[in-house]
């Protein structure tokens, strides 16, 4: 009996499977028989070897060996005086080893002497979605971006091509696009610092001389925080491209620049919009005070962080030439970061007016028209709140909320009928040539309206009064005057004639009597 071990694919690349087996669910790669040798006749058998569905590795021959060994042979002796049988042995010559061996190749069809393929590999980069028409990647905006690759081979049939992918820190694969039309397997797996590489095959056996692929690779951006550009290095290579000429196009590398996009709103408003103010009943009250509450909301809309945002409030303080407050600080309060300002003393004590009487009447009678109050950018007559916010988050929103107070009196020194102080609220961040502002408002202007109640104080109604009642009497002296010089008061009357008169009356009575009878 002969005995044989037959072992597939020895030879094969280290770390690779068997590419053929010995059954056809490919689970054993070794086959154990053995074989019974009759004398002076020949024995052979004959095993079928079955081919992985999955194999890439054409290029490589397939080694096949086959170690022998003689069995036990027993022969029973005829008498005891014969001697001991001749047990077979195998012939075989020095140095060597009871191994067959045998060497199969794939069929090659080559086009160039040393059938070498030249991979030629491009690319470009695409924005997908909102971002399609921009240039740069909006960072916390851009969520995936697209490379699009094509391959060529402009040589003989490449043999187990390969595509590596190197990923930026913050760049993640999704997928393939139309996976399964496409001949490619990618597997992820991550280097050093936080980088990733995708290391992808391409065709089934080889990629055919004279061909061109396309390859959609989506990856995932929404994990960037930082505006820095972004690197992704891709490489393809194949076993028999051997033209050293040919591997300058074997790489490509694509650098997308990246942006942050910010978007920051201001809005205000002034409780209450508008409110009257003029003399007071009791003229020793001079402290009438009226509170006001401002509220500024800034918000960053996003997509991407703001970085040291500040917020500037400013109040008009004075009726320029006059250097006199109209408005003092009570409180401010901000849900984010910190306010400096400075806080105006209580003038109410000193404050007193320096008109005469004829002043109060010629400011009653000239009080007309309004006036606007407004502030320039870093203007002194103005109060300025400062805020610092520091870097704001996408969506996020920052409230400021300013109680100040303003003394009637202190508006009444300016004649006019109605007053319109307007409040600017102004929102800055940093400058960078990595920050692009869309769509902002970084301002708003907030609408208060004081309006006169055009009432006289006591004592301009009494001079009203009294010089009205003197402007009565002289004119009714002076018309008293004019009749007086036109003769008015020295006319001449007729005298009537008394007895012809009642002659006259008593006829007109008799007369009626005389009718009714």
């Not at 170690?67 to 036990?72: Q, S």
């Not at 393939?176 to 990733?196: G, M, P, R, W």
């Not at 005298?495 to 002659?503: F, G, I, T, V, Y």
């Amino acid at each position: 009996v002969l005995h044989y071990n037959i072992s597939s694919d020895v030879k094969r690349k280290k770390g690779t499977p068997v590419r053929f087996y010995f059954t056809s669910n490919g689970t054993t790669e070794v086959y154990s028989g053995k074989i019974d040798l009759q004398p002076k006749s020949e024995s052979c058998r004959t095993h079928q070897a079955f081919m992985r569905k999955d194999i890439r590795d054409i290029l490589t021959p397939i080694h096949m060996e086959s170690r022998y060994y003689l069995g036990k042979h027993i022969v029973y002796k005829r008498n005891a005086d014969e001697f001991k049988p001749l047990q077979p042995i195998l012939q075989k010559k020095d140095g060597e080893e009871n191994i067959l061996k045998n060497v199969v190749s794939f069929a090659r069809y080559c086009a160039l002497a040393n059938c070498s393929a030249d991979l030629q590999i491009s690319g470009k980069v695409y924005f997908p979605g909102s971002s399609e028409n921009k240039t740069y990647l909006v960072v916390g905006g851009t969520k995936t971006v697209m490379i699009n690759i094509s391959l060529y081979n402009a040589g003989d049939d490449a043999y187990q091509s390969t595509l590596h992918m190197r990923l930026s820190k913050g760049i993640y694969f999704i997928k393939v696009l139309d996976l399964l039309e496409k001949q490619i397997n990618c597997a992820v797996n991550d280097e050093e610092n936080q980088l990733t590489r995708l290391d992808c095959n391409i065709g089934h056996l080889y990629v055919d001389s004279l061909s061109r692929q396309e390859f959609s690779f989506l990856l995932d951006t929404s994990s960037l925080s930082t505006a820095e550009d972004l690197i992704i290095n891709t490489t393809v290579s194949c076993q028999n491209e051997v033209d050293e000429a040919s591997l300058w196009n074997n790489d490509a590398n694509f650098t997308i620049p990246t942006r942050y996009e910010a978007n920051v709103n201001v809005a205000g408003y002034v409780s209450p919009i508008s409110f009257v103010y003029g003399p007071p009943e009791d003229e020793h009250q001079l402290c009438i005070r009226e509170t006001l509450d401002y509220t500024f909301n800034v918000i960053n809309a996003g997509p991407s962080l703001v970085f040291n945002t500040t917020f500037r409030i400013m109040i008009p303080n004075r009726f320029a030439p006059r250097d006199f407050k109209l408005f003092n600080i009570l409180d401010v309060k901000t849900n984010v970061g910190k306010c400096r300002y400075n806080s105006e003393t209580d003038v109410c004590d000193a404050l007193s007016s320096n008109k005469t009487i004829f002043g109060d009447l010629v400011s009653f009678f000239s009080r007309s028209g309004a006036r606007n109050l407004y502030c320039f950018e870093d203007d002194d007559t103005c109060l300025h709140i400062d805020c610092t916010f520091g870097d704001m988050e996408s969506d996020s929103e920052a409230t400021v909320e300013v109680k100040v107070e303003t003394i009637h009196a202190l508006l009444e020194l300016e004649e006019v009928s109605s007053l319109q102080v307007i409040t600017t609220g102004k929102v800055r961040s940093e400058e960078s040539p990595k920050i692009i502002y869309v769509s902002q408002k970084d301002y708003t202007h907030v609408l208060l309206e004081a309006v006169h109640n055009q009432k006289p104080r006591r004592h301009v109604i009494y001079t009203i009064i009294g010089i009205s009642l003197l402007l009565g009497l002289l004119l009714f002296s002076l018309m008293t005057f004019i009749l007086w010089k036109v003769g008015f008061f020295k006319r001449k009357y007729k005298s009537l004639d008394s007895d012809a008169s009642r002659k006259e009356s008593w006829s007109f009575l008799t007369q009626e009597e005389k009718d009714e009878k």
